[in-house]
Each structure stands twice: as C-alpha cells, then as structure tokens.
C-alpha cells in the first residue's frame, strides 16, 4: 500500500506532467524503453502512428511490480494497399488511481515514406483528488532507406488540455540500423517540455528462429530493459522487464498473432 501511495504522490505532485504517463503497451515497448522500429508489433502505432504491422497483440503487466495496479492493453493493426489502420486500448486500474487511453491511428504509405496519425480519448481519475478526460492528436512519420529505418513522431500536438492544464507535447525520435540479418541497433530520445532529453539505446539479436532476445538502456532516467520473444509460426509470446530508478522491476507479458500481409 506505501508504494501505491508513493505512485500516487507522484501523479499529484507532478503538476500533471504525469497524467499521459505514456507507459509501455507491450513486452516489446517495455523490453525496448519505447523504441518501436526494433521489433515489429501492433502496439507500434500507439507511439508513431505512422508505423503500422498488421496483426493483434494483447499484454498485462503489474506496473512496477505492484499487485494492486494492472495494466491491460489490446492493440490491432490492418494494412489495406498502401492504408493502415489502427485500433488500441490501455487500462490502468486501481481504487485510487484509474487511467484508460483508447486510441485509433490512420496511415498512408508511399514507397519509402510514412506518414500517420493518431486520436486519443485520455480519462484518468485520482480517487478524492481529481476526474477528467482529454482528446489528443499524435502525428508521426517513418522513413526507410536500405538498412536503416527512421521515425520521429509528436504526441499530443494539438496541445490539448486537462483540468485546463494543458498536457505536455513530448517529441519522440528514433533510427534503426540493421547491423546482420540477425541483429539491428536502435538509438533515440524523447524531448517533453520543460524537461531534458532521454536518450534510449537498444538492441535486438535473433539467437534462433524461434528465439530473439531484445536489450535497452534509456538515459535520463536511468533504466535497463530486457526482454525474450518467442516465435511460432505466426504467433508470438514475449516476456520483458524493466527496472526503475525507485519502484521494483515492470514485468510484462505479451501475446500476439501476425497477419499475412
């Protein structure tokens, strides 16, 4: 109970930069410290709504080990030509604390070049302290060019407000580079305003076909982050962790089917 409470201290004494706590949808994001070109998945779009991979991925976790505080995402994604199109939902559930983020994301492709964008119903409610909701727009933007694959995406450029607070527009940068057919680096950063750069740096290795092991680290805060993810023909059950610099280890859980494209 003190580390929910220590949770929730932390929201409130934020001045609302916490509220929009862009947590990890999946085991990937968790194991990647958000880094999304990495590894493919559907939740991708949640982050740049730019990037869309066909298929359907669900995750839960207890938010930095706290059995009172779960988390559960659903996120799918469709390609039709060169249209992609996304659906997600993110709940954080508590008596004290409840968040819920759903999200829809639309994407045109052209030859290298991505461009998408994202709507958000934010709600998020503290018990006794405050009850508020939020529509925020995400723009992003992916480019690909032979064995390196660029995004860069602003979440909540439409500088939407709650409780008449207007929620921080975070910028959101990242490059992949494949280094073998088994392994590719990723580096990136996060800039939210008033605070400084995030730099994040992953890394992805295929140790079998059915087998892949991914590594971050994010600077400022410092965290590490490591996950396992288990091919099966189309299907994938990924386990990830990630520290944090006060509260126990994220461990995430993730189960997801590819479509054919």
Known sequence: MKKITFFIIIVICSNLSAIDLNIPVSAVQNA???????YPEPSASAVNPAVNNPGIITSATYLYGLKDLPCYNIHSGLRYK??????????????????????????????????????RWLYNRVENYHEDSSIITDLGSKWTNGNV???????????SSFLDIKLPVVYLWESVFQVSPESSFAVGFEKEDSFDFSFRFAARY???????????????????????????LNMKVIYSFRTHQFLDLTHYISVGYAFKD
């Not at 990647?32 to 990495?38: D, H, K, Y």
């Not at 983020?101 to 070049?113: E, K, R, T, V």
């Not at 079998?208 to 590490?224: K, V, W």
């Open 32 to 38: 990647t410290s958000g880094l999304v070109l990495l």
């Open 82 to 119: 060169d249209f992609g199109f996304y659906l997600g939902n993110s709940f954080l559930d508590h008596s004290l604390y409840r968040e819920n983020s759903s999200n829809a994301g639309f994407s045109y492709h052209y030859q290298d070049l991505s461009v998408g964008i994202g709507l």
């Open 149 to 159: 694959q660029t995004g860069f995406s602003i979440r909540n450029i439409s500088q």
């Open 206 to 232: 295929n140790l079998f076909s059915m087998l892949t092991i991914l590594t971050s680290y994010q600077y400022e805060p410092d965290r590490l982050g490591f996950g396992l993810v288990f091919n099966v």
